[in-house]
């Protein structure tokens, strides 16, 4: 399973989420957060979210960032992170 943090759809039109206009969502400019390492163990910087068993949180130096399977990601996502 890949998990793909979640950027949501701010600034992107309908079309560009529903992907009407292709490869026009590459040219809509985003900045992607950079993962914080608060610990040494994965698990004190990535905690579960809800109840889903597939959905995590990671801290991020403006507060925190969604992880879910990239399937159910519509909009804008991403798959690689810098983490400090």
């Not at 597939?54 to 992170?81: C, D, E, H």
Request: proline share 7%; charged share 15%; net charge neutral.
């Amino acid at each position: 399973m890949v998990l793909a943090g979640d950027l949501g759809n701010e600034g992107l039109t309908d079309a560009l989420v529903n992907n009407q206009q292709g490869p026009a969502v590459a040219k809509v400019p985003m900045s992607v957060p950079e993962l914080r390492a608060s610990g040494k163990k994965l698990e004190d910087w990535i905690t579960p979210e809800g109840s889903s068993p597939v959905a995590f949180r990671a801290a991020t130096a403006s507060g925190s960032v969604t992880l879910k399977p990239l399937n159910q990601l519509w909009g804008r996502f991403a798959t690689y992170w810098t983490v400090s």
